[in-house]
């Protein structure tokens, strides 16, 4: 099955082509004024390259944040347009589990900079189940609070993980979305929701046990 998968949650965003789980190509696309002028001619460009349609693509696939709350809606919005109008499923796949997928520990904690001095953080193990649910705090809470032996994961460092040992995950998301998504299968589009992650709990610690 052919996989189209966008990720437009920040501006290093990135369109990607799959043969199930398989990368045909990824796309890097930077959009520092959003993507809401990008990305339909990034996607058809894609297309041409390879030959492919629309109408060959069996699986819609879209980063479903935390990130920019534009850039989330648009590619979730353009995702859900295309499934529905050509009749396919879709899937949203959140972008901490997808940074979580390159990493190579039992415990793994993926890490987007939410500005502020706070992170969006997640917990999984190594088939990317969750452990804990996502959540949003300050970095120092977030770090100090982690579960002994958790895998720190991040797309980017900044002045507050200088010295914390970090895995580098690459800016381009969409073909761990799109495999993540041809794992997990389709769903009605209609049904695809943002994923902004919202505290769980005051301190935003995680759960012991």
Not at 112 to 132: K, Q, S, T, V
Request: glycine share 12%; hydrophobic share 45%; charged share 20%.
């Amino acid at each position: 099955m052919r996989v189209l998968a966008v990720d437009a949650t920040s501006e290093y965003g990135s369109i990607a082509l799959l043969e199930g789980d398989q990368v045909v190509e990824e796309l890097a696309v930077l959009a520092p004024d959003g993507f809401a002028q990008l990305l339909f001619p990034a996607i058809q460009e894609l297309l041409a390259r390879h030959g492919w349609t629309l109408a060959q693509i069996g699986l819609f696939a879209a980063a479903s944040g935390p990130g920019s709350f534009t850039g989330v809606r648009v590619g979730l919005t353009a995702v859900k347009g295309l499934a529905e109008a050509l009749g396919r499923p879709a899937q949203a796949i959140s972008n901490l589990r997808a940074i979580a997928g390159f990493g190579d520990a039992p415990c793994r904690m993926p890490l987007i900079n939410a500005r502020r001095g706070e992170m969006f953080a997640g917990l999984y193990d190594a088939a990317l189940r969750p452990l804990e649910a996502e959540r949003v705090g300050s970095v120092s809470v977030m770090l100090t609070g982690r579960p002994e032996g958790a895998q720190l994961i991040a797309q980017e460092t900044w002045n507050d993980l200088s010295g914390v040992e970090l895995l580098q995950a690459p800016r381009s998301l969409a073909a761990m979305v799109g495999k993540l998504a041809s794992q997990a299968g389709g769903v009605d589009p209609a049904g695809l929701d943002a994923n902004y992650v919202r505290r769980s709990d005051a301190d935003g610690r995680w759960h012991d046990g």
